[in-house]
């Protein structure tokens, strides 16, 4: 497949993978200018297939130039429209492989990638579905895992998740473990209307990120994808790959909560986070145990931080949790302390971090400024 840059900087280029939205905020709005009728149907053929309805032109306006999401241009109209203002977000389409003076054209008319078709079909239907959908920059996705069982990872999972969306950040909390019993129940919502894995589980190709968040159950303010109380379906490495990018699509913040078993699927997890969290009780032999998962996470998930939680364990001997991190050989992303109470609340309804001045939601407040410091907004 060839899908190539023009060469423009970045600062000319503005960021071309990030969904097609324009400087001037064209929002799903997709222009097709060319008069190749092959090239056209093709085209059309294209948007049909992301869900866009795009708007054509042989010689548009300036106006529908600039106020447009995503720009089409066929290489029969290239050289027809240079001079035309720059901006972002404009795709040369062409047919012929050996023609090097499509780059030329595409520098003239400020393209951002040259692509030929049939080659860059695929790519191509996946940018006019985010043009078509509005999508900006990517959720920031953290995932959750224990060092061993009983660690607290579920807990710190929605902690994070309700701390995140008590800020007005667009949040979704995904259960990746099939054997955890459902985050919905953690977060008292076990009855609430909406779908659950069984729904996702064979799901390959594109979904649309404001399908998969409207169909999800809404619980103190944030989507939940978790598990039913059925038969637990296989969810294929497909599935949790169109998941998690249909997820991160929209923005905000995604945490997953991750098994410590490592297999195909939650490997395809763990490939599209930004940061994990390891908990680690602060024990010698919960360490131990930690070092295992931390060795398989670590080779998929280049950052991850080890979250050093207080032992309920009385009569053994403590470590601290310099200790815990450096014989982990891992970032100390904090200490989370007991929660006092926190078994009885959650009996009450009451979900993990909505005490505001309890420990989980001052650690993971903490967490979230310190993790994306300047970057808070995307809010629902």
């Not at 815990?324 to 078994?343: F, K, N, W």
């Amino acid at each position: 497949m060839r899908i190539r840059g023009t060469g423009r900087t970045g600062e000319e280029a503005g960021a071309p993978e990030d969904g097609g939205k324009g400087s001037d905020g064209g929002g799903g709005r997709v222009l097709v200018v060319t008069e190749d009728p092959e090239l056209l149907d093709d085209l059309l053929r294209l948007c049909a297939a992301a869900g866009a309805r795009p708007e054509v032109a042989a010689d548009p306006p300036v106006a529908d130039w600039g106020g447009a999401g995503l720009v089409l241009v066929g290489d029969d109209r290239a050289v027809r429209l240079r001079g035309r203002p720059r901006r972002d977000g404009v795709l040369l389409v062409g047919r012929d492989l050996d023609d090097s003076g499509i780059w030329q054209r595409a520098v003239e008319l400020g393209a951002d990638h040259v692509l030929f078709l049939p080659d860059a079909e695929g790519w191509l239907v996946e940018r006019i579905a985010d043009a078509a959908e509005g999508a900006g920059a990517q959720a920031f996705a953290v995932g959750v895992l224990g060092g061993c069982g009983g660690a607290g990872a579920s807990t710190l999972a929605c902690a994070l998740a309700v701390t995140a969306a008590r800020t007005g950040e667009r949040t979704m909390l995904v259960d990746a473990d099939p054997l955890g019993g459902g985050l919905d129940v953690l977060l008292g919502g076990e009855s609430a209307q909406g779908l659950r894995w069984p729904a996702f589980a064979r799901s390959q190709g594109r979904i649309a990120g404001g399908a998969l968040a409207d169909a999800l159950p809404e619980l103190h303010r944030l989507r939940v994808l978790s598990w039913d109380r059925g038969s637990s379906a296989a969810v294929r490495p497909e599935a949790m790959r169109s998941v998690l990018a249909a997820a991160r699509r929209r923005g905000g913040v995604v945490v997953v909560d991750l098994p410590r078993r490592i297999d195909e699927v939650v490997a395809e997890a763990l490939g599209q986070l930004d940061l994990g969290l390891l908990v680690v009780p602060a024990e010698l032999r919960a360490v131990a145990a930690a070092h295992r998962v931390a060795a398989a996470a670590g080779m998929l998930l280049p950052d991850l931080r080890v979250v050093v939680r207080d032992s309920f364990a009385r009569g053994r001997p403590a470590l601290s949790d310099e200790e815990v991190a450096a014989l982990l050989r891992l970032p100390l992303a904090g200490e989370l302390p007991v929660e006092h109470g926190l078994l009885e609340r959650l009996d009450g309804g009451a979900p993990p971090g909505s005490r505001p001045g309890g420990p989980l939601a001052r650690f993971c407040g903490a967490f979230w400024e310190r993790a994306r410091p300047g970057e808070r907004g995307a809010a629902a």
